[in-house]
């Protein structure tokens, strides 16, 4: 069992930064990639950036590349997710989640087993 906490949101301006964290409970939390996805309202879930395991491979969307980095600590079994020059189409509630254990990083939702309750990031213009 995993159980991940995000934190770290709130209203930021345009051009604006925010870094979100995610907090792990379970001791196979080093053994799991992790990613953050995204849900704006009326939208599906979209991925963000992903992690290895080690830290060593990360993935990020188009969207979000250059702008966002992902990283981790797994002896905090913590997951950051710096973002920098945020633009209102980045509202949307942030949901960190771990995938199966040893399972390499990936964008599809389906590998994720474990999900956090999300925290709002809103981006007024």
């Known amino acids: 069992q995993v159980q991940l906490v995000e934190s770290g949101g709130g209203l930021v301006q345009a051009g604006g930064s925010l870094r979100l964290s995610c907090a792990a409970s379970?001791?196979?939390?080093?053994?799991?990639?992790v990613g953050w996805f995204r849900q704006a309202p009326g939208n599906e879930r979209d991925f963000v950036a992903a992690?290895?395991?080690?830290?060593?491979?990360?993935v990020y969307a188009d969207s979000v590349k250059g702008r966002f980095t992902i990283s981790r600590d797994n002896a905090k079994s913590t997951v950051l997710l710096q973002m920098n020059s945020l633009k209102p189409e980045d509202t949307a509630v942030y949901y960190c989640a771990a995938a199966g254990v040893w399972a390499t990083v990936t964008k599809a939702p389906t590998a994720y087993d474990y999900w956090g309750q999300g925290t709002q990031v809103t981006v007024s213009s």
């Open positions: 379970g001791r196979t939390f080093g053994s799991r990639a």
């Open positions: 992690i290895s395991r080690s830290g060593i491979s990360t």
